[in-house]
């Protein structure tokens, strides 16, 4: 009893101490920039759609929807970019503020922050125009997390004079793209500077198709209907400008331009020293999360958010994101590391939600990044933080996999196979969308089917939901392990199983045969479809059990390493890209091998590491994950410096993909961090039993303590103590 007593006790004191944390929004949820000369934006969003920031928080910024997709002529289909909702212009009688550069002396006491805690970004500074002509201005702006259909700009304005001004809210259609043909184009000679953004990664486009304004009491409102290209995705925006002042008298004017866009304009005098508070309200409602007129759709709901006022709106939204953040990773003795660790969960956060059934691209909703494309990046990297953090965002990650299965049947029929293939590059509705110069490898960077696979089995494993193993994961991983069974070539003369004409993980190293990684998964996967039958009592097909059991995996006997691919030798074949392939083999995967075996296999992505430079993130961060299984302290410090330096970009800690290049924001590199330290720092692991501490916990020296707050355990919650690389797990 007395035991029981202290637990609860602990227990009691823990939480207290978390939630005073928590509570106070310290500073590890305040990611604050000044005039800085490299700006790399961040973005907000509620998983539904989002928004950039800009540097003066007026310009228009690029702003993304899940399930937006356009498919121009003969170019592959793209994350499609909203209209440019956000822009505020205003006009002080003399100068334009969308036309000052924010470095300019004009520009004074300049600050924009990003509230991570409360999901909102604010942006404070003085424009100095001349002695007579300054104004301050504070722009708070945030994508509801309580009404998935809702952003809201809140747009304050003090003037130190008394003359006529002029505010301008539009909406307008972004321009067209200048399209390259990646539908047929066989070979690109020109990528450009590889250290720039990739000039094809440009945005899908949506047209306004119907727009129209009209004048209101102290405002106006807008509503348009839009469509992506091609694809004729259609959604509803309805936008409400207003000012919150009594009496407010303006001359108010819509301005109907031809390039399909429309304008509020405010034209009034204004009192020096008095402040003027401006809201714009934009309401958008897809096809896909409504039926009927989409106007009237976007209308209602943007009444409905009038009815409740700015201030309730608001506070539900911070509240929303308040709750979502009693879970949490809290790092002590690292202040720099714990903003860090919070941009990461957050960023995911913001591409993501429940009940989306939909992945998250590399770039998550920040940018048109790899085209908006869904990788295996979502499946093997950001889903399994979220497993353990949200498991119902977890449940849309893996449910987008069965929403898109008779595609990726389809797939697999239309290049010979059986079962589901599943796209190297998926579009919203599960089509290869890989461009053709890359096509090789929608071919055969076939891993990609296992690590579906593999997910399916992850989610069901750390839930035990069998309801979702039967209805969704199930299928799924039967389909792939008879595409595994069709992709094989039987070796008669050594009586194994062998994969050959592959491309790597390690993408320079095509048409090879038996990549490690690739074998191995396929095993796993052939092994995982026996083991779901047989747990509902499913037709097993013998021939799964035979293929996984002799299914060669490449290993170098005498010197306890896995190659790269059976021709390769240690560390051969990593490339500036990816140094650390065959460690997917102990993490994620968790194949059986001697401690040894690891070691080895760690020590040459080490050396291939300190040979060729890091290269992608998510390439590198696993090896801290080995390094603490191994209890090699002096590899998880060495390690863990490598996983970070150079791809933090400012000021936002935004992530690019490599060191050097402008590929911004890297959710892939996040969703890898976080698992660094959530199973790596750990010891947890995700088995066939559940979630279990496999091995000894280890932190890094940086790190003098570590709490995973409210983190899901096998269906319950806990919060996970590491300290003294001891664990201690106090249920809640």
């Known amino acids: 009893m007395q035991t029981l007593f202290r637990i609860l006790l602990l227990s009691f004191i823990i939480n207290l101490v978390v939630e005073n944390v928590l509570f106070s929004q310290d500073s590890g949820f305040i990611l604050t920039a000044g005039k800085v000369q490299t700006y790399y934006p961040a973005y907000i969003g509620n998983g539904h759609f989002s928004i950039s920031s800009s540097r003066l928080g007026t310009a228009p910024a690029e702003s993304y929807m899940i399930n937006f997709y356009d498919e121009g002529k003969n170019d592959i289909p793209r994350i499609a970019a909203l209209p440019e909702w956000n822009e505020i212009n205003y006009f002080n009688g003399e100068k334009w503020i969308n036309n000052v550069d924010v470095n300019s002396e004009q520009i004074t006491d300049y600050k924009q922050t990003l509230n991570m805690f409360g999901g909102y970004l604010e942006t404070n500074y003085r424009w100095n125009n001349s002695k007579d002509r300054i104004s301050d201005i504070h722009i708070t702006s945030f994508v509801s997390r309580s009404n998935k259909n809702l952003a809201v700009i809140k747009f304050e304005l003090t003037p130190n004079f008394s003359d006529e001004i002029k505010l301008i809210f539009p909406i307008s259609e972004r321009p067209k793209p200048v399209r390259i043909n990646l539908g047929v184009i066989k070979k690109i000679d020109d990528f450009g500077d590889p250290d720039e953004w990739p000039k094809f990664w440009y945005p899908g486009f949506t047209e306004v198709a119907e727009i129209n304004a009209f004048k209101t009491g102290s405002g106006g409102r807008i509503t348009a209907k839009i469509q992506t290209d091609g694809r004729l995705t259609k959604a509803g925006i309805a936008a409400e400008i207003f000012c919150s002042e009594n009496n407010f008298n303006a001359d108010i004017k819509i301005n109907n331009n031809k390039n399909n866009s429309t304008s509020v304009e405010l034209l009034f005098n204004t009192e020096a020293g008095k402040k003027y508070t401006f809201y714009k309200f934009v309401s958008i409602v897809p096809e896909f999360e409504a ?79 790899y085209y908006g494309h869904i990788f295996w990046d979502s499946d093997i990297y950001m889903f399994p933080p979220f497993l353990l953090m949200h498991p119902e965002i977890a449940k849309s990650l893996v449910k987008f996999r069965y929403k898109t299965l008779e595609n990726a049947k389809e797939n697999a029929k239309l290049n010979n196979y059986n079962g589901a293939m599943y796209p190297w590059e998926s579009d919203e509705i599960g089509k290869e969308t890989t461009p053709y110069f890359a096509y090789q490898n929608a071919l055969k960077e076939n891993h990609v089917v296992g690590d579906v696979a593999f997910a399916q089995w992850q989610y069901f494993s750390a839930t035990k939901d069998t309801n979702y193993l039967r209805k969704y994961g199930a299928e799924i991983i039967r389909q792939t392990a008879d595409f595994w069974l069709s992709r094989i070539t039987y070796n008669e003369q050594k009586d194994r199983y062998e994969i050959h004409n592959v491309i790597s993980v390690s993408e320079s190293e095509k048409d090879v045969n038996n990549e490690t990684y690739t074998n191995a998964v396929a095993k796993i996967n052939l092994n995982l479809a026996v083991k779901a039958s047989q747990l509902l009592n499913l037709a097993v097909n013998p021939d799964w059990q035979k293929v996984s059991d002799k299914m060669y995996i490449p290993f170098n006997e005498e010197e306890e390493f896995h190659p790269l691919h059976e021709s390769a030798v240690a560390g051969e074949g990593a490339s500036k890209f990816w140094s650390s392939v065959v460690n997917l083999l102990d993490f994620p995967l968790q194949m059986k091998m001697s401690e040894n075996t690891k070691r080895n296999d760690l020590n040459h992505a080490v050396k291939s590491l300190e040979t060729h430079g890091a290269g992608a993130m998510m390439g590198v961060n696993f090896l801290s994950i080995i390094a603490a299984e191994l209890g090699s302290d002096s590899l998880l410090n060495l390690t863990i410096d490598k996983t970070l330096k150079g791809y933090l970009k400012p000021p936002f800690n935004v992530l690019s993909e490599t060191h050097k290049n402008k590929s911004v924001n890297f959710l892939t590199g996040a969703g890898s961090f976080l698992q660094q330290i959530i199973f790596g720092y750990t010891g947890l692991r995700i088995t066939d039993e559940g979630i279990i501490q496999k091995y000894k916990p280890m932190l890094p020296d940086k790190i003098t303590k570590l709490i995973l707050r409210n983190i899901t355990l096998n269906n319950k919650r806990y919060d996970i103590i590491i300290k003294d690389n001891k664990l201690e797990k106090i249920p809640r």
């Open 291 to 369: 039926g009927g007129n989409l106007i009237e759709e976007a209308v209602k709901n943007l009444n409905h958010s009038l009815s409740l006022g700015y201030d309730n709106i608001f506070t539900d939204h911070k509240n929303k994101w308040g709750n979502i953040w009693d879970t949490d990773i809290i790092i002590e003795g690292d202040n720099e590391l714990q903003k860090i660790v919070r941009s990461m969960i957050f960023y995911l956060l913001c591409s993501a939600d429940k009940n989306t059934d939909f992945g998250i691209p590399p770039m998550g909703l920040s940018t048109a990044g």
